[in-house]
């Protein structure tokens, strides 16, 4: 059998200990698949393995990154740390510098520095390979990059972010609060301590910015991503959709209009009964729609075991010599997109409104909306909170009703315009909640 | 550019005139992905192409599919003609023979000959790629391939034939019987004119064969797999299991056992609300259970574009020099597996019986399931059909009462000796109806 394929792994958090762990005990089995076996035989980190039971004695201990990226006797860096600054971003440099192929699972990093990594891959004629960067365990990269044959996709979205979708879950099937559904997050592993970038839709949209290129053919651009997170949702919109057919995900969104490429995140409205409507708790799922089929992947999103599969399926490809460009073609083939904005987003549309009680104020809100086009499909009006006291004119009490909208396609434009006339007219008493609406 | 990747095509069928089109359509973007172009350079077809836009001018017509396999000035030879024998067998070992790499979407003859032709591949160190094979558009023997890393596989179970799907989908939302159903497939070109090949379960026999092989690195059995169709079940069946909060499928389960490899193809009882039991129509999925993960691919099983993405991934595999073992480690360590027979299967059960009226009946029954430590988790009786007459005793009537049986998990074996103790009790009218339950 040929020589081994020589890994020096830095980061043993979760992921990075589940990959040495899964290298050493699949050693028969990956040698079978690669023709060749796959041998740890460096690592740096700066604490402990997160896996105590983690046997690394025969592993040589390097002290840094960076001096790991650069040390003889390696076929390929693996980078677990995470982070998109030092010092994976110069470790990472440092290895493809010098020719040596990286496997990472940074999606910050890619989402950052994607194409000028990728380029300087390709200038030394290494590989950079990053499956496990998005979706944890689900093989989404190699199939953009590689499983579509001559494809063509129109659109692709899914839910890439576990946290967001499982708070979501559980409020909707607790009936519990936001924060309440964070905290509880928080205490089970599922959120950080300063959650901000899962639920404020950072995350999902660095790992949507790197499939896009791949989808797409385009330069990795994660500044062209609208972003809204989940933090303004409320259980009264979980339940007013679930009343209207629908369920309410964080998605990340990229699609090719006539005005560009759209990349975005934000809470969805997705039809309940649709596959993407019942990906409950912490697992993602993707969809594919292109011109010869529609295609779904889920599975788990994160995880040490999960993850580590993918890290450890781009290291059988590397020791099988099985190569490919980064992105799916070389960078110089990678276009640079034209960015959609959101305002040019066209579908259909949920709006909720605390509407005071004064006469005409449903005709105000209805005008305003046929002003701008906007055709609605359904309305739901909940009951006031307040019921009227004995003998009071139930028409004196002031405080709002909520108001439910769902319209048909139309544009973030007009939408925009109806709400903010709307808002001027002194007809609600609370910004409206805006919620787009996805076929799925 | 590097040369291209010269193709020869046999077989101008749906899938075949698809892959003809999409080399030409999607060429430049091809020749990005793949480092190099691919060229069609020839083909063989008895009949002219299934799609009459197709312009195959400038691409040479060679007569039989054999001397194309071996002529000159060709770098990989793709056969769509379909079928296990000749000429799709004879031509395939043609070319691997030579050291010619081949692509086929022909699950028949990988079912039947898979292992033999990888050995000649190996020996001539050419490839044979078959992602068109099994589920038409889904990426399942890349992911299977070489998508998972060291994860072990402990089940493999799906929709692998959309015809049966449609037609147990139509059955139940349009309460239709098998047989309009299948009269409605034939006329919209989802099932054959002979369709004991899909709804009989055969192909998805040969499918899961072919599969079980990639999960589990065991040689192809198709011998092993226990085959039931669907001819057999009624509306009947599908109305008690949706009371019971069931769908009924047809899929194909690969499953390891203390027994050995479990194939097993039959109509499924799944749970609603589960993924796999919301597929509906004609669309394919397939869940893997790991160490590592669970992960579900779904999308479409058949037709001309979806399959040819896969069969034109393949040909990008190739031209890029992408290696990889037909059945994902060589030919030498695939084991040859224990069967695992159907009696040893262990599982819940449902159970449909027509009870005849006799007093004691409902006791007979649930001693014989006592007797073999059968426990029930619930028992729905339906009313006669048959309403007794003005003065006739209730009891004189001797239609029988439909009772549907939920078991706890237990053996095939045990619910057989029930079943068969309760047949010879002549407690029952008709044969008793039984379909076995999957945790999905």
């Known amino acids: 059998m040929a020589e081994p394929l020589r890994v020096g792994l830095a980061g043993l958090g979760t992921v990075g200990s589940a990959v040495a762990a899964m290298i050493m005990r699949s050693r028969a089995e990956l040698a079978e698949r690669a023709g060749r076996p796959i041998e740890l035989v460096a690592y740096a980190a700066k604490d402990p393995p997160k896996d105590p039971a983690l046997d690394l004695s025969g592993v040589r201990k390097i002290d840094s990154p960076i001096e790991l990226a650069r040390s003889k006797g390696l076929d390929v860096f693996v980078e677990l740390m995470g982070g998109e600054g030092d010092p994976a971003k110069s470790s990472v440099e440092a290895a493809l510098g010098i020719g040596r192929s990286v496997v990472t699972a940074n999606k910050a990093l890619l989402a950052r520095h994607g194409v000028a990594l990728a380029r300087l891959a390709e200038g030394t004629n290494a590989l950079l390979c990053f499956e496990a960067a998005v979706a944890g365990g689900i093989p989404i990269v190699k199939t953009l990059r590689d499983g579509l044959g001559g494809s063509r996709i129109t659109r692709l979205y899914g839910i890439l972010n576990g946290t967001c979708n499982y708070i979501l879950t559980r409020m909707h099937q607790e009936r519990m609060s936001f924060a309440a559904c964070l905290k509880e997050a928080q205490r089970l592993g599922y959120a950080e301590a300063d959650p901000t970038f899962d639920i404020g839709g950072f995350d999902t949209a660095h790992k949507l910015a790197i499939l896009t290129s791949l989808a797409f053919g385009t330069e990795v651009d994660a500044e062209a991503v609208h972003v809204e997170g989940i933090e303004s949702i409320s259980l009264e919109d979980l339940e007013a959709a679930d009343e209207l057919g629908y369920r309410v995900k964080l998605l990340g969104v990229a699609q090719r209009t006539s005005a560009g490429i759209e990349q975005r995140v934000h809470p969805t409205m997705v039809r309940k009964g649709t596959v993407i409507a019942g990906i409950d708790g912490v697992t993602n799922a993707i969809a594919i729609d292109a011109d010869t089929m529609e295609l779904t992947l889920m599975g788990p999103g994160a995880g040490g075991a999960a993850t580590s599969a993918s890290v450890v399926a781009d290291l059988t490809d590397l020791a099988a010599g099985r190569r490919a460009a980064s992105f799916g073609r070389p960078v ?109």
Chains 1, 2 share one sequence.
């Open 332 to 440: 110089t083939r990678l276009t640079k997109a034209q960015r959609a904005p959101i305002q040019r987003h066209e579908g259909g549309y949920y709006i909720r409104l605390a509407a005071v009680d004064k006469p005409g104020t449903a005709a105000t809100i209805a005008r305003r909306m046929a002003d701008e086009n906007i055709s609605l499909e359904s309305i739901v009006q909940r009951g006031r909170d307040r019921k009227p006291h004995g003998g009071e004119d139930p028409r004196s009490i002031d405080t709002p009703a909520s108001v439910a909208l769902i319209t048909y396609a139309t544009s973030e434009d007009a939408v925009r315009r109806a709400l903010s006339a709307i808002e001027s007219d002194g007809v609600i008493a609370e910004q409206p909640h805006m919620i787009r609406i996805e076929k799925s």
